[in-house]
């Protein structure tokens, strides 16, 4: 089975600072996509990014950016210049591409991040 | 807008009472998925359909049951409600079980007393 695991319930970081959130996971599957997922004070679920396993090469939108380690199983979450619309909570994610449980996501727990001004 | 609709947005019950929720794809989503969103666990899988057949389960009670009908619409059957079922509910959707983006639906907040 699948774990995913985020070590930081909270963090803060002031306005235009660089944070990053921490996520590792435990998997025996080869073939995964990894994700980030804000979920701000009003509760929707929003995609902020996306990592294929088979992919080296980091995945970039805009002010974020992942540190993917496969063999670590390592995948964090850096926010750059740092927006007070980015208070929300984190939440890294896992999903297998192939069998029976292709498709479902696996949460963390989730990291509160507060950007203040 | 992801283009997810859950109906009702908020729902407040009795303990031993059963409840539906109700969720509509995206146009054109074959896949739908539900979670759960509590305090003591966290955001989990419950179960996804594809195209109307059941396709994985996760953590679901046995009180809980849920169905995709013909025109891809879903709802989560919520029976002999306890406190600790009070969470947000999530339906998610996707094109296929292949496809890596899932759209969120607003969530119901089920709050039981």
């Known amino acids: 089975a699948q774990t995913v695991t985020q070590s930081q319930p909270e963090m803060s970081v002031q306005e235009a600072e660089t944070v990053t959130l921490s996520c590792t996971y435990d998997t025996s599957e080869s073939n995964y996509y990894l994700f980030w997922y804000k979920q701000p004070p009003s509760r929707q679920m929003i995609l902020v990014i996306r990592?294929?396993?088979?992919?080296?090469q980091n995945a970039t939108e805009n002010r974020f950016s992942v540190n993917f380690q496969k063999a670590a199983k390592s995948f964090s979450l850096k926010i750059s210049d740092s927006q007070l619309g980015d208070t929300a909570m984190y939440f890294c994610a896992f999903r297998a591409n192939y069998g029976g449980s292709q498709g479902n996501l696996i949460f963390g727990k989730g990291t509160k991040l507060s950007v203040k001004p | 807008d992801s283009g997810v609709t859950q109906t009702p947005k908020h729902l407040i019950t009795a303990t031993g009472q059963r409840v539906t929720l109700r969720c509509s794809p995206r146009?054109?989503?074959?896949?739908v998925y539900w979670y759960q969103q509590s305090l003591d666990q966290g955001l989990q899988f419950l179960i996804q359909?594809?195209?109307?057949?059941?396709?994985a389960k996760g953590n679901i009670l046995e009180r809980f049951s849920a169905q995709q009908f013909p025109d891809l619409h879903s709802e989560l059957n919520l029976s002999s409600l306890e406190l600790g079922d009070s969470a947000l509910y999530f339906c998610?959707?996707?094109?296929?079980?292949?496809?890596?983006?899932?759209?969120f639906g607003p969530g119901t907040r089920l709050t039981v007393t």
């Open positions: 359909y594809y195209n109307g057949e059941e396709r």
């Open positions: 998610a959707s996707s094109v296929d079980p292949s496809s890596y983006e899932q759209y």
């Open positions: 990592q294929e396993a088979y992919k080296q």
């Open positions: 146009s054109g989503d074959l896949s």
